[in-house]
């Protein structure tokens, strides 16, 4: 069964929360595991994220990626982790998950599905400013597709790299700051496409690599691997490349 404990009292301290951000995927968030929903893209884009925080976390931890639990015992925290469908396929490679998320559907969505599924998950209605406080860290922190939606870049940055253990790894995913992203991303997927509910992106908040990298290395960390993410309209999948002009993914690491 899922473990879950909803705590207002810490988001409601955070600094990094957008307000505006929380009602507009509040308002979605009973679609989260609607293959065909407004989330069917991230349906379609979350086997990429999953091999690249596997690979990852198996280089790092000494584990063989082919195992179905290689990622047994180690402790996980997904930053923004919506309704679960990211937490979901982690905790079956074993990872002892945690997932963060502001809004109070999203928390209910995710634990009802992780319960259905016999997945122990725990859910949190917290922000992870507020889990560094009482001194909560953890072998991998994730933060994907999340940096575009808070209110204070730097500080969100800064509260993912303290909640690295010594020895463990942070995995951000986000949107670039390129007229190419402005095309694809917001033109494209919201408009034209309609793949995402009009105004889910502000383009003026999304971070090029470089802002990133510099925000994580201010945090103590050190930047490891980086991958774009490119979508190929005539297989209808999306896979990991060098272009990194929309979509990207960073790793970093705290050393032991």
């Given at each position: 069964?899922?473990?879950?404990?909803?705590?207002?009292?810490?988001t409601q301290e955070?600094?990094?929360?957008?307000?505006?951000?929380?009602?507009?995927?509040?308002?979605?968030?009973?679609?989260?595991?609607?293959?065909?929903?407004?989330?069917?893209?991230?349906?379609?884009?979350?086997?990429?994220?999953?091999?690249?925080?596997?690979?990852?976390?198996?280089?790092?931890?000494?584990?063989?990626?082919?195992?179905?639990?290689?990622?047994?015992?180690?402790?996980?925290?997904?930053?923004?982790?919506?309704?679960?469908?990211?937490?979901?396929?982690?905790?079956?490679?074993?990872?002892?998950?945690?997932?963060?998320?502001?809004?109070?559907?999203?928390?209910?969505?995710?634990?009802?599905?992780?319960?259905?599924?016999?997945?122990?998950?725990?859910?949190?209605?917290?922000?992870?400013?507020a889990l560094v406080?009482?001194?909560?860290?953890?072998?991998?922190?994730?933060?994907?597709?999340?940096?575009?939606?808070?209110?204070?870049?730097?500080?969100?940055?800064?509260?993912?790299?303290?909640?690295?253990?010594?020895?463990?790894?942070?995995?951000?995913?986000?949107?670039?700051?390129?007229?190419?992203?402005?095309?694809?991303?917001?033109?494209?997927?919201?408009?034209?496409?309609?793949?995402?509910?009009?105004?889910?992106?502000?383009?003026?908040?999304?971070?090029?690599?470089?802002?990133?990298?510099?925000?994580?290395?201010?945090?103590?960390?050190?930047?490891?691997?980086?991958?774009?993410?490119?979508?190929?309209?005539?297989?209808?999948?999306?896979?990991?490349?060098?272009?990194?002009?929309?979509?990207?993914?960073?790793?970093?690491?705290?050393?032991?």
């Amino acid at each position: 069964m899922a473990a879950t404990a909803q705590r207002d009292d810490a988001t409601q301290e955070s600094t990094t929360i957008d307000p505006a951000e929380v009602a507009r995927f509040e308002a979605i968030a009973k679609t989260w595991w609607d293959p065909k929903g407004p989330m069917a893209v991230l349906h379609k884009f979350n086997p990429v994220r999953l091999t690249f925080i596997r690979d990852l976390a198996c280089a790092r931890f000494g584990r063989d990626p082919k195992t179905m639990r290689s990622l047994a015992e180690l402790t996980l925290v997904d930053i923004g982790c919506g309704g679960g469908v990211l937490c979901e396929p982690l905790a079956r490679l074993g990872a002892q998950v945690t997932g963060l998320d502001p809004a109070p559907t999203n928390i209910a969505v995710a634990s009802g599905h992780a319960e259905a599924g016999g997945l122990s998950i725990d859910y949190r209605q917290q922000t992870i400013e507020a889990l560094v406080a009482e001194g909560a860290r953890y072998d991998i922190v994730l933060a994907m597709e999340v940096v575009e939606h808070v209110a204070d870049v730097e500080a969100f940055v800064s509260a993912c790299c303290a909640a690295v253990k010594p020895g463990g790894l942070l995995v951000m995913a986000t949107l670039n700051r390129t007229l190419k992203s402005y095309a694809l991303a917001i033109v494209g997927a919201e408009y034209v496409l309609r793949w995402l509910p009009r105004g889910t992106h502000d383009w003026e908040k999304f971070v090029t690599p470089d802002e990133l990298g510099a925000a994580i290395e201010r945090g103590g960390l050190e930047l490891g691997e980086s991958t774009g993410v490119v979508y190929n309209p005539l297989s209808d999948r999306w896979s990991a490349a060098k272009d990194m002009d929309v979509n990207y993914m960073l790793a970093a690491y705290r050393q032991a």
